[in-house]
């Protein structure tokens, strides 16, 4: 039987009237009729992917009965609250595409001690104008190392070290009562192997054995290999572990202790929704999906962003979309720019799979800019990339908890006469510390000598210089670090998403080597760059006379601005243009809201744009540049100091 025929064959009247009298029979006539037209609007969009994905199976009815029925009882159970809360997101759906949205994001304990400490340091976000808080993985991690909370043993249960369900579900309302929208890791592509679902596989559960990709021997794990990359092949090398306890081989991508999850088995899918939707019914207004490239498994490929992974996503997105219509979905795929954008849901599932991804190649090409001093790449890059689909929004990003692989596609480098392999070196060495001059004081990650891969971690202050600078006592070498932390601020703020300030990056925070004394994270020196927030010196920040303050304030009022600057609302598209300078990178912002024109100079030293070139893109006389408001004249050659950058909207033309 072909998808269509599965889908015409579902009983949709059938279902909805099971639901009305099963699930959602106490229910009012208001909210069975809200449920009713949601269900008539969406089933089409279940219905597409479950039929991919399950169409094949006999008990396709079934499963489908199984997701609707779990989707049902969490809209029943979804507090009044919440349910206001979709009817406001539903009637501004742009909500987080508006410049307002200013994202960060910590570790619980490395921010604040615990769930009660981060109710308390609201006002601090507030300080910084955020409006979007990622909490790193808070959900129960199994003891010992747990791959910084990303190797989950229950969905259902906070870290006990940071509280509990109760404190996550005050901390939610009292964040969305300060309009900050919370957002938790959700890590669904894996569990730790002290999940219960786990030890009941290993128990011998055959139900439970099929959560999982168990192999008896080697001959389909050594089939896979052939095609499988290795993500830390330094401390986890290959993508199976031998466990004698089932005497079986385990898919296990990340860490031995992560065992991947099997989405061919509807049950997986069913429970994943069952938690998805618990966690929004505590308050969780984005889920960040973890390492989605990775849910399906093909032989022969690379097994990450196989069109079932896709299906995976859209069905978890329409089926959440019943009872819980404010959830957003935030993928995480760190994968090539032409792979990345269908997260985003392109062709029939425009709009329908995740609202927010990672803009990993943005962040990836600023690095690059600012290490070779020229916007070359960055320009050649970002124009080849396909336009954004509306209605989503990058996140933007200078760094985060992970390291920066030097994604370059070798296509990008060589139009540009760069090597993609020399260049990626040069990025490695420039920002471990070793090429000569270089400001960096970055560490290699994960070498891995089959593919010269050597990926870097360090805090965006000593990757940008502060650190080298502090050392020698260099206050020219200071102040042109700062410049960089601003640039690089600035640049996110500017495109076309929700910028994320990671923790302590708004006051200058170094690389912290304390995670050497702690042997479950010593190995992994992704560390490095996850220090503790220092109260002391984020106390610091009323203090004129310091570096901390001067990082802190700008950032502070460069956010304040972009809040302020209706023509960067997401939906706006967002182009590189040549500017006649390489050292000088220029994007053009344009929608009906209006057109900004970013200039960002990439050098510490003064460059300039010609006026003709700056009138050639449409702007004219005078121009205000919202980052300083200041006026500035286009008739004479626009001048950039060190790092400055500009955004530029015209006042008039004369
Ligand atoms: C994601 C996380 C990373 C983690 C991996 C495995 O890529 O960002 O920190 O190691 O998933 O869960």
Same mark, same amino acid.
């Given at each position: 039987m072909n998808n269509a025929s599965v889908v015409a064959e579902v009983d949709l009247q059938g279902l909805l009237d099971g639901l009305l009298q099963g699930p959602l029979r106490s229910m009012t006539p208001l909210e069975q009729a809200i449920f009713r037209i949601r269900f008539e609007l969406g089933m089409p969009d279940v219905l597409r992917p479950l039929a991919r994905l399950y169409g094949e199976r006999p008990d396709f009815a079934a499963q489908l009965e199984t997701l609707l029925d779990i989707v049902a009882r969490a809209y029943a159970d979804r507090p009044a609250e919440l349910r206001l809360l979709d009817l406001r997101r539903v009637s501004e759906p742009d909500w987080f595409q508006q410049p307002n949205m200013i994202g960060y994001v910590c570790y619980v304990d490395r921010f604040a001690g615990d769930l009660a400490g981060v109710r308390d340091r609201i006002p601090y976000l507030k300080e910084l104008g955020i409006t979007y808080l990622h909490l790193m993985p808070l959900l129960k991690p199994r003891p010992g190392p747990n791959d910084g909370g990303y190797a989950v043993m229950d969905y259902r249960a906070v870290n006990p070290a940071y509280g509990t369900m109760d404190d996550l579900r005050e901390l939610a309302t009292a964040l969305r009562h300060e309009g900050i929208s919370l957002c938790v890791d959700l890590v669904c592509n894996h569990t730790a192997k002290e999940h219960e679902w786990a030890r009941k596989a290993v128990a011998g559960d055959p139900v439970y054995q099929g959560y999982y990709y168990l192999f008896p021997n080697r001959a389909l794990p050594d089939q896979y290999e052939l095609t499988l990359p290795e993500v830390f092949p330094d401390f986890a090398p290959g993508n199976f572990t031998y466990y004698d306890s089932c005497q079986r081989w385990v898919w296990t991508t990340f860490n031995e202790y992560q065992w991947d999850l099997n989405y061919t088995n509807p049950a997986v899918l069913a429970e994943m929704l069952d938690i998805m939707l618990f966690l929004a019914n505590q308050g969780v207004e984005i889920l960040r999906l973890d390492a989605v490239a990775f849910m399906w498994k093909r032989l022969g490929t690379d097994c990450q962003n196989q069109p079932e992974a896709h299906a995976i996503l859209q069905a978890f997105r329409a089926l959440t979309r019943l009872a819980a219509p404010g959830l957003l979905f935030k993928a995480e795929a760190i994968v090539s720019p032409d792979k990345l954008l269908p997260y985003l849901g392109l062709g029939a599932a425009t709009n329908k799979e995740c609202e927010i991804a990672y803009h990993n190649s943005f962040m990836v090409l600023l690095w690059s800019s600012l290490a070779e001093r020229r916007a070359v790449l960055m320009t050649h890059a970002l124009q080849n990339m396909p336009d954004t689909p509306v209605g989503c929004a990058w996140l933007t990003y200078v760094r985060c908890h992970d390291d920066i692989g030097w994604a370059v596609r070798d296509e990008d480098a060589a139009a540009i006469g760069l090597s993609g392999f020399l260049h990626r070196a040069f990025l490695s060495d420039f920002y471990s510390g070793r090429f000569p001059g270089t400001f960096a004081r970055g560490v290699t990650f994960q070498h891995n000598p089959k593919t010269g891969d050597r990926r870097i971690s360090g805090t965006l202050a000593s990757l940008a210089g502060l650190e080298a600078a502090a050392e020698r006592q260099n206050w020219h070498d200071l102040d042109l670090a700062v410049r960089r932390i601003l640039l690089l601020h600035a640049m996110i703020l500017v495109l076309n998403g929700i910028p994320i300030i990671y923790m302590g990056d708004e006051l200058g925070l170094l690389n912290d080597r304390?995670?050497?004394? *702690?042997p479950h994270l010593a190995d992994d020196n992704r560390w490095i760059h996850r220090p503790y927030l220092d109260w002391n010196q984020a106390g610091?920040?009323? *203090?004129?006379?310091?570096v901390t303050a001067r990082i802190f304030h700008a950032t502070c009022d460069m956010i304040q601005a972009r809040k302020h600057t209706l023509s960067l609302h997401a939906e706006a598209r967002c182009y590189a243009v040549w500017t006649h300078n390489e050292q000088v990178f220029g994007m053009i912002r344009a929608s009906a809201r209006g057109r900004l024109l970013v200039l960002a100079n990439f050098t510490e030293r003064d460059q300039t744009v010609p006026r003709h070139r700056v009138h050639d893109m449409g702007f004219k006389g005078e121009l205000v540049d919202r980052l300083e408001g200041k006026v500035l004249d286009s008739w004479s050659d626009l001048k950039l100091e060190p790092y400055r950058v500009l955004w530029l909207e015209q006042v008039s033309e004369t």
């Open positions: 304390r995670y050497l004394d *702690d610091q920040r009323h *203090d004129w006379q310091t």
